[in-house]
């Protein structure tokens, strides 16, 4: 399966038997975002963390998060 990152827009092959192609084909409302993408997002919103003035609003603590 052809996927396109929402991203940068960087098309990738998935494997069909994948849980993440089984959900973009059966849910059209999930997209799809590149594992470097994904890391770059997480690394800007831990930062953003760290600083004080950012409140994930998640359940579980937030060191459970960040790890």
């Known amino acids: 399966m052809r996927v396109k990152c929402v991203m940068c827009d960087k098309i ?7 849980p993440a192609a089984k959900k973009l084909r059966n849910r059209p409302i999930h997209t799809y975002m590149c594992e470097e ?17 950012f409140f994930v609003y998640r359940s579980g603590s937030q060191k459970e998060w960040l790890q």
Not at 12 to 18: A, K, P
Not at 39 to 48: D, F, L, Q, S
Request: with cysteine; proline share 0%.
């Open 12 to 18: 990738e092959s998935l494997d069909d038997h994948l």
């Open 37 to 53: 993408c994904h890391a770059r997002i997480a690394e800007k919103t831990a930062n953003r963390i760290k600083t004080g003035h």
